[in-house]
């Protein structure tokens, strides 16, 4: 593989680890309905806190850069998990916290593109169902990111 497809890759594995964290975000600015708003429950208080502080994203693409980022990312989501409002939620956050500490501990971009490869239709499935919960959090209208 020559330098310039190993930059490629390692580009392409950054931004789909990027998913991860971003995914949430999504979610968080659609407008949501005022009725069933559950913004005081402790997953709701995990994800405000989550969004209002963002980890900034890795400064250079190494793989040390990388690990440290993810283990920047792994508090907020295991804050997450442990108060996610459902079975459901609560197993795809446990899935995404599973991930993102293979992912600090892997020493490849090359073995962590392929990962993302072949569990990309799973997680954008999980993204989607988790994000019904990240809406029932919004009190009323849309929620406004820093």
Same mark, same amino acid.
Request: proline share 6%; aromatic share 8%; net charge positive.
């Given at each position: 593989m020559?330098?310039t497809q ?5 580009a392409?594995t ?5 998913l991860v964290?971003?995914a949430?975000l ?5 407008? %949501?309905?005022?009725? @069933?708003?559950?913004s005081? &429950?402790p +997953?709701? /208080?995990?994800?405000f806190?989550w969004?209002? !502080? ?7 693409l190494t793989i040390?850069?990388?690990?440290a ?7 907020s989501?295991?804050q ?11 197993q795809?956050?446990?899935f995404?916290? %599973?991930v993102?500490? @293979?992912?600090?501990?892997? &020493?490849? +971009?090359v /073995? ?5 490869k072949? !569990?990309?239709?799973?997680?954008n499935?999980?993204?989607k169902v988790?994000a019904?919960?990240?809406r029932a959090c919004?009190t009323a ?6």
């Amino acid at each position: 593989m020559s330098r310039t497809q190993r930059l490629a890759s390692r580009a392409r594995t950054l931004l789909a680890g990027s998913l991860v964290a971003g995914a949430l975000l999504v979610p968080l600015s659609v407008a %949501t309905p005022q009725a @069933g708003a559950v913004s005081n &429950s402790p +997953f709701c /208080k995990a994800v405000f806190s989550w969004a209002e !502080h963002p980890v900034p994203g890795p400064t250079t693409l190494t793989i040390a850069s990388y690990h440290a980022w993810v283990k920047k990312l792994l508090p907020s989501y295991e804050q997450m998990q442990a108060a996610a409002p459902n079975a459901k939620d609560k197993q795809i956050l446990g899935f995404i916290v %599973t991930v993102l500490k @293979g992912y600090a501990k892997d &020493s490849s +971009f090359v /073995k962590l593109a392929a990962y993302e490869k072949i !569990h990309k239709a799973q997680f954008n499935a999980d993204v989607k169902v988790l994000a019904a919960s990240i809406r029932a959090c919004a009190t009323a209208g849309t929620i406004q990111l820093p």
